[in-house]
């Protein structure tokens, strides 16, 4: 079931537009990479789907209903320039924020007890947030974030101004509400969070979506057949023993082993270039080169705007 | 609506709980207190005696000038050269001189009042007044008139003002209190105006404005912050209201124990303003006659206390409403606290013009002026509250409200506008033309 169905949605702005013809479709129970370069127009179909603003056409379901007011108790919003009233204390702030997503004062009190305690600063409740610095205002936020128990997040970049381990914190917790049922919208620039956390991804460029799909797929997709290949032995042997059906890319010689890159072309498989190889050099390791996110982006995009 | 509710009540809390409310819920009647305190301290400080030597030479006026608390005449048989040079060394303030003239009427010109610094208005009308009497008796006398024949003959004219129900009023006073009461709306609404544009600002800036509008619409946004920054003023005023009668009564007791009825009236009437005027009216018109202070409770009851307050309170929100959405709108258009003074002159126009204008008002409060400051729903919290203590007929009050109304609706749908797309907007460069794009704007 898609918990949100984004359908051919346009959006302007004066003289620029921001999305055209945008569809979307969201799995529940998944996280969700928002991907695209910076002006892609990420931020405005977040802001739709959150109700900041409106399309200009076409239209978004919420688990099925147009969307509607309220839809936003249900779904929890990080932006990517965020911020907290400074002068006011964190835990009163944190309340304020519960109670405006719908939670009663003692149900927000109870949660925010529980998330405190689970990041360890219940110290912090009564400090202003000018006092905190960027970091613990950080976790702040994300608390505030997430304390509804939405059953829809969205989160761009919300990694940044986190050292690693409290990015790596950040990290557990997603998975952990992912596996509990939220789905996960997760805009970034940093792709190994990606590889790290998602199931689906779209590509968004210039307005369009110009990629969609699971990361499984995605990676098949874009799969090139290429093998690392350690080995050691002789050269020649080695060149020799790849006759049609593979293309040597590379070649590193060093002091104990040597490195090749090789393209498998046809529908060859692993076993055959084993069994080619075997009785001229000895295999210390084999490894499919699966292209990682961050050059499915920069191709992709770089193919799109060509 | 449950989350404007909480909205109002974040926006109310976080202001009232500053230490900069409380200190000036304390400082704010202190301050009041003060001034009546040192309006009457500083009539006791200034007891330096003046003393006026007279030279007299026509021997009319010798004990005719009356001493008081701050002048006392010495009357002097010497030469006018040698008195004015020795006059410092004697501790005179100056010298009166008046020479010795063929007749009356060069005299009036004669008179000549010698000093080092330069006499107040109090000391010149004084001997003014004096050696105008005393002319005025000598020419009867010539002209063969009795004098006791005189004093019948005087007359003294007083006008009492009274409204239609026939009590007693009293035009200096419900001119103070029209002039404080559309003081007090132009400060509140300057204030918590302000005070609502900083709010705006400081969500924009801090960048958590995107994280509530996820939750709340902009509209209950920014009327959530209007409304709960007007309950602040609301409670900032009642405490003044309380704290200062509660100041005032203490002091005026404390002051005011061993003093005469008289005095006690006296001392009040000099520290307000308009009261500063009756009783100068009451002095010019007879300096003798006391008991027009006496008259003090009943010409205040003739002031509509109710409809005032009632009226204060309808044209404070009114012309808060009226701005604040002003404000608002400055505080979302642009990025920080220097970008909003272009905008805010613009705004505050009206109603420094309705400051101004106020004193026209005064004058003639029922003419063209007055009617139309009074409706025109920018200037009308100003102006009406001015007017209203001399009366107003009630078509005018209640054309004056719609129009108030209308007012604060319209500026109300301009300002959520305006806001709604300014709130995100960082970096642009906010010209009218910018904003007449934001108004047209479809969401």
Same mark, same amino acid.
């Given at each position: 079931?898609?918990?949100?169905?984004?359908?051919?949605?346009?959006?302007?702005?004066?003289?620029?537009?921001?999305?055209?013809?945008?569809?979307?479709?969201?799995?529940?129970?998944?996280?969700?990479?928002?991907?695209?370069?910076?002006?892609?127009?990420?931020?405005?179909?977040?802001?739709?789907?959150?109700?900041?603003?409106?399309?200009?056409?076409?239209?978004?379901?919420?688990?099925?209903?147009?969307?509607?007011?309220?839809?936003?108790?249900?779904?929890?919003?990080?932006?990517?320039?965020?911020?907290?009233?400074?002068?006011?204390?964190?835990?009163?702030?944190?309340?304020?924020?519960?109670?405006?997503?719908?939670?009663?004062?003692?149900?927000?009190?109870?949660?925010?007890?529980?998330?405190?305690?689970?990041?360890?600063?219940?110290?912090?409740?009564?400090?202003?947030?000018?006092?905190?610095?960027?970091?613990?205002?950080?976790?702040?936020?994300?608390?505030?974030?997430?304390?509804?128990?939405?059953?829809?997040?969205?989160?761009?970049?919300?990694?940044?101004?986190?050292?690693?381990?409290?990015?790596?914190?950040?990290?557990?917790?997603?998975?952990?509400?992912?596996?509990?049922?939220?789905?996960?919208?997760?805009?970034?620039?940093?792709?190994?969070?990606?590889?790290?956390?998602?199931?689906?991804?779209?590509?968004?460029?210039?307005?369009?979506?110009?990629?969609?799909?699971?990361?499984?797929?995605?990676?098949?997709?874009?799969?090139?057949?290429?093998?690392?290949?350690?080995?050691?032995?002789?050269?020649?042997?080695?060149?020799?023993?790849?006759?049609?059906?593979?293309?040597?890319?590379?070649?590193?010689?060093?002091?104990?082993?040597?490195?090749?890159?090789?393209?498998?072309?046809?529908?060859?498989?692993?076993?055959?270039?084993?069994?080619?190889?075997?009785?001229?050099?000895?295999?210390?390791?084999?490894?499919?080169?699966?292209?990682?996110?961050?050059?499915?982006?920069?191709?992709?995009?770089?193919?799109?705007?060509? | 609506?449950?989350?404007?509710?909480?909205?109002?009540?974040?926006?109310?809390?976080?202001?009232?709980?500053?230490?900069?409310?409380?200190?000036?819920?304390?400082?704010?009647?202190?301050?009041?207190?003060?001034?009546? #305190?040192?309006?009457?301290?500083?009539?006791?400080?200034?007891?330096? #005696?003046?003393?006026?030597?007279?030279?007299?030479?026509?021997?009319?006026?010798?004990?005719?000038?009356?001493?008081?608390?701050?002048?006392?005449?010495?009357?002097?048989?010497?030469?006018?050269?040698?008195?004015?040079?020795?006059?410092?060394?004697?501790?005179?303030?100056?010298?009166?001189?008046?020479?010795?003239?063929?007749?009356?009427?060069?005299?009036?010109?004669?008179?000549?009042?010698?000093?080092?610094?330069?006499?107040?208005?109090?000391?010149?009308?004084?001997?003014?007044?004096?050696?105008?009497?005393?002319?005025?008796?000598?020419?009867?006398?010539?002209?063969?008139?009795?004098?006791?024949?005189?004093?019948?003959?005087?007359?003294?004219?007083?006008?009492?003002?009274?409204?239609?129900?026939?009590?007693?009023?009293?035009?200096?006073?419900?001119?103070?209190?029209?002039?404080?009461?559309?003081?007090?709306?132009?400060?509140?609404?300057?204030?918590?105006?302000?005070?609502?544009?900083?709010?705006?600002?400081?969500?924009?800036?801090?960048?958590?404005?995107?994280?509530?509008?996820?939750?709340?619409?902009?509209?209950?946004?920014?009327?959530?912050?209007?409304?709960?920054?007007?309950?602040?003023?609301?409670?900032?005023?009642?405490?003044? #209201?309380?704290?200062?009668?509660?100041?005032?009564?203490?002091?005026?007791?404390?002051?005011?124990?061993?003093?005469?009825?008289?005095?006690?009236?006296?001392?009040?009437?000099?520290?307000?303003?308009?009261?500063?005027?009756?009783?100068?009216?009451?002095?010019?018109?007879?300096?003798?006659?006391?008991?027009?202070?006496?008259?003090?409770?009943?010409?205040?009851?003739?002031?509509?206390?109710?409809?005032?307050?009632?009226?204060?309170?309808?044209?404070?929100?009114?012309?808060?409403?009226?701005?604040?959405?002003?404000?608002?709108?400055?505080?979302?258009?642009?990025?920080?606290?220097?970008?909003?003074?272009?905008?805010?002159?613009?705004?505050?126009?009206?109603?420094?013009?309705?400051? #101004?204008?106020?004193?026209?008002?005064?004058?003639?409060?029922?003419?063209?002026?007055?009617?139309?400051?009074?409706?025109?729903?920018?200037?009308?919290?100003?102006?009406?509250?001015?007017?209203?203590?001399?009366?107003?007929?009630?078509?005018?009050?209640?054309?004056?409200?719609?129009?108030?109304?209308?007012?604060?609706?319209?500026?109300?749908?301009?300002?959520?506008?305006?806001?709604?797309?300014?709130?995100?907007?960082?970096?642009?460069?906010?010209?009218?033309?910018?904003?007449?794009?934001?108004?047209?704007?479809?969401?």
């Amino acid at each position: 079931m898609n918990i949100l169905e984004i359908e051919n949605v346009s959006k302007n702005y004066a003289a620029h537009r921001a999305l055209d013809g945008v569809t979307l479709h969201i799995p529940s129970h998944c996280v969700f990479g928002l991907l695209g370069p910076n002006g892609a127009g990420k931020t405005s179909l977040i802001r739709i789907i959150t109700q900041i603003t409106a399309p200009d056409s076409g239209r978004i379901l919420f688990k099925g209903q147009p969307l509607s007011t309220e839809h936003v108790l249900q779904m929890g919003y990080l932006p990517e320039e965020r911020g907290l009233y400074k002068k006011m204390e964190v835990g009163e702030q944190a309340l304020y924020l519960a109670r405006l997503k719908g939670m009663s004062r003692a149900d927000a009190m109870k949660k925010l007890k529980f998330w405190f305690e689970k990041f360890e600063i219940q110290a912090w409740w009564k400090k202003k947030v000018e006092e905190l610095s960027k970091g613990m205002a950080q976790k702040v936020q994300f608390i505030t974030t997430v304390l509804h128990e939405p059953e829809f997040l969205i989160l761009d970049e919300p990694f940044t101004g986190f050292d690693p381990i409290n990015a790596e914190l950040v990290k557990n917790e997603l998975l952990e509400l992912k596996n509990k049922g939220t789905t996960i919208v997760l805009s970034t620039h940093r792709m190994e969070s990606v590889e790290e956390l998602c199931n689906n991804i779209a590509l968004i460029d210039n307005a369009h979506v110009i990629l969609n799909g699971s990361v499984k797929d995605i990676r098949k997709q874009f799969r090139s057949h290429m093998f690392e290949i350690n080995y050691v032995g002789n050269r020649i042997g080695f060149t020799n023993a790849l006759w049609t059906g593979f293309e040597l890319i590379d070649l590193k010689e060093e002091e104990e082993q040597s490195t090749a890159k090789v393209k498998m072309l046809g529908n060859l498989t692993v076993n055959d270039m084993l069994s080619l190889l075997m009785p001229h050099v000895q295999i210390i390791g084999l490894q499919e080169i699966v292209p990682s996110m961050n050059d499915i982006f920069i191709k992709q995009v770089s193919e799109n705007r060509n | 609506m449950n989350k404007i509710l909480l909205v109002i009540q974040r926006e109310y809390l976080t202001r009232v709980k500053k230490k900069s409310f409380i200190v000036m819920t304390f400082l704010g009647p202190l301050l009041m207190s003060g001034i009546f #305190v040192s309006a009457f301290l500083l009539d006791k400080v200034d007891t330096e #005696v003046k003393k006026i030597g007279v030279i007299d030479n026509t021997h009319i006026f010798v004990n005719k000038f009356k001493d008081n608390e701050r002048v006392k005449f010495e009357y002097l048989n010497e030469d006018v050269e040698k008195v004015r040079s020795e006059s410092k060394n004697r501790g005179y303030f100056g010298v009166l001189v008046i020479p010795a003239t063929e007749n009356l009427s060069s005299l009036e010109k004669a008179v000549t009042f010698y000093s080092e610094s330069q006499p107040g208005f109090d000391i010149i009308s004084k001997i003014k007044f004096t050696i105008e009497k005393e002319i005025n008796t000598q020419k009867y006398i010539s002209a063969g008139i009795d004098e006791s024949k005189l004093l019948a003959i005087k007359t003294d004219v007083n006008i009492q003002t009274r409204d239609l129900e026939n009590k007693e009023t009293s035009t200096p006073l419900t001119t103070g209190l029209g002039f404080a009461a559309g003081l007090l709306i132009y400060l509140f609404i300057f204030i918590y105006g302000a005070m609502v544009m900083r709010g705006v600002l400081e969500e924009k800036t801090s960048r958590i404005v995107e994280v509530i509008i996820s939750s709340v619409k902009p509209f209950q946004l920014m009327m959530g912050k209007i409304v709960g920054v007007a309950l602040v003023g609301l409670t900032q005023f009642l405490l003044w #209201v309380i704290l200062s009668s509660t100041v005032f009564f203490a002091l005026t007791s404390s002051l005011m124990s061993g003093k005469s009825d008289k005095e006690k009236a006296e001392m009040i009437m000099k520290s307000r303003p308009g009261m500063e005027e009756a009783m100068q009216q009451a002095d010019e018109d007879s300096p003798i006659k006391g008991d027009k202070m006496m008259k003090l409770d009943s010409i205040l009851g003739t002031i509509n206390f109710p409809l005032l307050i009632g009226m204060f309170i309808f044209y404070f929100l009114g012309g808060y409403l009226l701005y604040s959405a002003l404000f608002a709108a400055i505080g979302a258009a642009v990025d920080s606290e220097t970008d909003t003074q272009q905008f805010m002159l613009p705004v505050t126009i009206p109603l420094i013009i309705a400051y #101004v204008a106020a004193a026209t008002v005064i004058n003639n409060p029922q003419g063209n002026v007055a009617f139309w400051f009074s409706v025109i729903p920018f200037t009308s919290p100003i102006v009406m509250m001015v007017r209203i203590p001399f009366g107003v007929p009630w078509e005018h009050i209640v054309l004056s409200m719609v129009l108030l109304i209308a007012g604060f609706i319209f500026t109300t749908w301009i300002a959520a506008r305006i806001y709604r797309v300014g709130i995100l907007m960082y970096g642009k460069k906010v010209t009218y033309k910018e904003l007449w794009k934001w108004l047209r704007f479809q969401n």
